[in-house]
């Protein structure tokens, strides 16, 4: 059973900046993606980024040029790199890892961006 547990979340002002973490129970590079999501309170879980096994990235059109999604195989970590953050960015963030037909994901991280 892998195990992914996220930290990193809090509160921000606006225009400031978070780096989430993601510690995976087995090697990163095993994985053939691993994303970030994010569910804002009344909407939808959505994609935020994707981290494939290649190195290729990908990213959902709001946060493009912001956030960035990177991963350290040495210590088994994925991180998402936040910056001028706005208020529509609240949410808590979920890490998730593919690998074949399974999924797994982590309990969640709260970020919440107010003045």
């Known amino acids: 059973q892998v195990q992914l547990v996220e930290s990193g979340g809090g509160v921000v002002q606006p225009g400031g900046s978070l780096r989430l973490s993601c510690a995976a129970s087995?090697?990163?590079?095993?994985?053939?993606?691993m994303d970030w999501y994010r569910q804002a309170p009344g909407k939808q879980r959505e994609l935020v980024a994707t981290l494939i096994r290649d190195g290729n990235t990908n990213y959902e059109d709001s946060v493009k040029d912001r956030f960035t999604i990177s991963r350290d195989d040495a210590k088994n970590m994925v991180y998402l790199g936040m910056n001028s953050l706005k208020p529509e960015d609240t949410a808590v963030y979920y890490c998730?890892?593919?690998?074949?037909?399974?999924?797994?994901w982590g309990q969640g991280t709260q970020v919440t961006v107010s003045s």
């Open positions: 998730h890892a593919a690998i074949a037909s399974y999924d797994y």
């Open positions: 087995r090697n990163t590079f095993s994985f053939d993606s």
